[in-house]
T-cell receptor, first 111, second 114 residues
Framework: GENVEQHPSTLSVQEGDSAVIKCTYS??????FPWYKQELGKRPQLIID?????GEKKDQRIAVTLNKTAKHFSLHITETQPEDSAVYFC??????????FGKGTTLSVSS | ETGVTQTPRHLVMGMTNKKSLKCEQH?????MYWYKQSAKKPLELMFV???????ENNSVPSRFSPECPNSSHLFLHLHTLQPEDSALYLC?????????????FGSGTQLSVL
């Protein structure tokens, strides 16, 4: 079945640095790639998504890139701030019905 | 954000108990989901419902029994659970079941099985 691999599992950066999280997927038919952020004790929330007809999408300090040939997509956060500290999950569509998630990346931004 | 509401927030149960988790969405969505979140497998898909019909059962043990009486409500009935079932159970909804739209999560039920 569909599988999503996410790396790294933990990431520590200094405030102002950039952070990059990568995911690979197995189903070449996948066409939707969202990223969710889960702060400590809170529910996961969508922060950005990309569809397969687009190679890159930006929203202020965050961006997502997609390489369909290599079957991987990445989340880029620039000028990181302490409030960016959270667990980030990539996802893709499973069997056309629901999202399946990577194992998450715990991002820590120190000031 | 109160679009998806889950009760109870916390639940402690013994292995022989029967309990139910409740989820209600106020967003007019047609699809609802149960996810299990644990340290070993964060955000593991359990069940998918579209307009009250189950469309996905992701190899979940029969001690978990979902029920979707209408498009706004979703239950997860629990019986004879094991300690390894202790986890955060998250309900979510989306506009449709194609899987390519935004998921709205509830706050979850933190379940402890003793």
């Amino acid at each position: 079945g569909e599988n999503v691999e996410q790396h790294p599992s933990t990431l520590s950066v200094q405030e102002g640095d950039s952070a990059v999280i990568k995911c690979t997927y197995s189903d070449s038919a996948s066409n939707y790639f969202p990223w969710y952020k889960q702060e400590l004790g809170k529910r996961p929330q969508l922060i950005i998504d990309i569809r397969s007809n687009v190679g890159e999408k930006k929203d202020q300090r965050i961006a997502v890139t997609l390489n369909k040939t290599a079957k991987h997509f990445s989340l880029h956060i620039t000028e990181t701030q302490p409030e960016d500290s959270a667990v980030y999950f990539c996802a893709t569509v499973h069997a056309g019905t629901a999202l399946i998630f990577g194992k998450g990346t715990t991002l820590s931004v120190s000031s | 954000e109160t679009g998806v509401t889950q009760t109870p927030r916390h639940l402690v149960m013994g292995m022989t108990n029967k309990k139910s988790l409740k989820c209600e969405q106020h967003l007019g969505h047609n699809a609802m989901y149960w996810y299990k979140q644990s340290a070993k497998k964060p955000l593991e898909l359990m069940f998918v419902y579209s307009l009250e019909e189950r469309v996905e059962n992701n190899s979940v043990p029969s001690r978990f029994s979902p029920e979707c009486p209408n498009s706004s409500h979703l239950f997860l009935h629990l019986h004879t659970l094991q300690p390894e079932d202790s986890a955060l159970y998250l309900c979510a909804s989306s506009q449709a079941v194609q899987g390519n739209g935004k998921l709205f999560f509830g706050s979850g039920t933190q379940l402890s099985v003793l």
